[in-house]
């Protein structure tokens, strides 16, 4: 990914599940902007692993 989260990241990600992040590096070098989701895990690993992450980039 590239960025390291800064406390205001993590706390809005804490409040609002999700964390808009500019400037991400793509393998191709391309650079794009994305919401980093955190959400509950509801497969087989659940007990494990309660959570899981989810990125959707945007234009």
């Known amino acids: 990914m590239g960025k ?3 406390k205001t990241m993590v706390c809005e990600l804490l409040k609002n599940g999700k964390v ?3 400037g991400l590096k793509g393998k191709d070098g391309n650079i794009f902007d ?3 989701m955190l ?3 509801e497969n087989e690993n ?3 692993y309660p959570y899981k992450w989810k990125m959707q980039i945007t234009k």
């Open 4 to 6: 390291k989260p800064t």
């Open 20 to 22: 808009k992040i500019k």
């Open 34 to 36: 994305a919401y980093l």
């Open 39 to 41: 959400i509950k895990n």
């Open 46 to 48: 659940k007990d494990k």
